[in-house]
């Protein structure tokens, strides 16, 4: 079928014939706090655990590990649990003899971002683990949780990576294969990622799949200018569209354009009935796309089924300094953002859709000593982005990622990686 396939992320193949590949995975580009928990020492054991180093399973043995984010005061440090496991001998001659099929039952269950690390075991595995069959079943198991992907570029070198919610652990995704645009992230979902950006003076923008390395750049949108794009996926049928939201150029208002991988074309809808867009900072969820406006003030929402925008007129929260969209699960909606006019009255706050009523209720409030950390100057930017009820906030400034649990209502801290962040949706 021409679209995508899925990986267990569900990171997935592009099947097209504008796809190209290579690549190659350097230690020397890895996030500066980065932990890599697989370590790899030889060709010969194709042990999918003799080759995780060698550890005591037994929980008795585990015992937890305090750390402190770099530049926190006590009274901020947060705990990270991890489980130290003294070494334990396996058996190389035993798990040589894996039986494939086991072996692929096995590989299958692990994470997409481990895969870059586990091909370097040995040839058999690397085999396994680029085998367009391996990679279907890869995508038909469950998978592990929620990501955060991180992507910058260090000397026009484009460099990516994950944060595992579950593993609480950043991994370094390779990027080296895509082409040199000067080009920037717009988003993941279903294991792809979007970029849009400038090859020479033409907009263009194009999908790729990390665990494959490889990509597809798109035809030309009917209006080809630089827009805001979200990447949608969808993991039952095996497709993807990339949505164009409405925007002004000139004195031209610009309408919705949807691309369709199955037809590998872009379609034309309605003009968004609005005058004033804040089209930045938009959510997608329950196959409906948010976006703030002032004029009209509130919500525009556009359905993906009819390609038709509808206003929903929820007055945003009095003394709103800065507003982002976040999707939660099924239908649920949030607004983060900053209320007070003085920076030693401001608070962090999020609020929830409430659909019937059409109006947003306050659900949480960021403790004051996670805020002062956060953002430690009034003016300070930050970006806020979500997946599966978890909001994640980024501090551009302080190099910090704080994390909210809205069904836990639970904050902690997530050391590392605090560059340009975008959720990976599961």
């Known amino acids: 079928m021409d679209g995508v396939g899925e990986s267990s992320e569900s990171g997935s193949s592009l099947s097209s014939p504008k796809l190209s590949k290579s690549g190659s995975l350097r230690d020397d580009d890895a996030c500066p706090r980065q932990v890599s928990p697989i370590r790899i020492g030889g060709s010969r054991n194709t042990s999918p655990l003799g080759r995780v180093g060698s550890r005591n399973t037994s929980p008795s043995r585990q015992k937890a590990i305090k750390t402190k984010p770099r530049g926190l005061d006590e009274e901020t440090a947060a705990t990270f649990v991890k489980a130290v496991y003294p070494d334990v001998q396996m058996e190389d001659n035993i798990w040589a003899m894996l039986p494939e099929d086991l072996l692929n039952e096995i590989l299958a269950r692990v994470p997409p971002f481990m895969i870059f690390r586990l091909r370097s075991v040995c040839r058999r595995w690397n085999s396994i683990l680029q085998d367009s069959s391996f990679l279907k079943f890869h995508s038909q198991v469950p998978s592990h949780g929620p990501c955060l992907l991180t992507f910058w570029k260090n000397s026009q070198t484009p460099q990516c990576s994950v944060f595992s919610l579950p593993l609480k652990t950043w991994y370094r995704i390779p990027f080296t294969f895509l082409p040199q645009w000067a080009f920037w992230l717009v988003g993941s979902s279903g294991g792809l990622v979007c970029f849009s950006g400038l090859d020479g003076l033409t907009f263009k923008t194009l999908v790729c799949n990390p665990l494959t390395q490889t990509w597809r750049t798109l035809p030309s949108m009917h209006y080809n200018q630089q827009r805001q794009l979200i990447l949608v996926v969808d ?56 976006l703030e406006t002032l004029s009209p003030l509130g919500l525009m929402m556009y359905r993906l089924d009819t390609g038709y925008w509808e206003h929903i007129p929820a007055k945003f929260p009095r003394s709103l300094l800065d507003g982002y969209l976040v999707a939660g699960t099924q239908k649920r ?9 003085y920076s030693t009255l401001q608070s962090m706050r999020i609020w929830e859709l409430d659909h019937t009523k059409v109006m947003w209720v306050e659900i949480s409030r960021m403790p004051p000593k996670y805020f002062r950390a956060l953002l430690r100057l009034s003016a300070e930017r930050f970006e806020c982005f979500g997946q599966d009820n978890l909001i994640c906030f980024t501090s551009w400034n302080q190099g910090k ?7 836990k209502k639970v904050w902690s801290w ?4 605090a560059l340009q962040s975008y959720n990976s949706q599961h």
Not at 254 to 279: F, G, K
Not at 414 to 417: D, E, N, P, Q, W
């Open 401 to 407: 990622n704080l994390l909210y649990d809205v069904d």
């Open 235 to 290: 993991r039952t049928d095996r497709f993807f569209k990339v949505i164009a939201t409405s925007d002004i150029y000139g004195d031209k208002s610009l309408p919705t354009e949807v691309y369709d991988s199955r037809l590998d074309r872009w379609s034309l809808h309605q003009i968004m009935p609005a005058v004033n867009l804040c089209s930045s900072k938009m959510a997608y969820c329950d196959s409906r796309l948010y």
């Open 333 to 341: 909606l949030f607004l983060v953002g900053r209320i007070g006019l």
């Open 414 to 417: 997530i050391a590392g990686c």
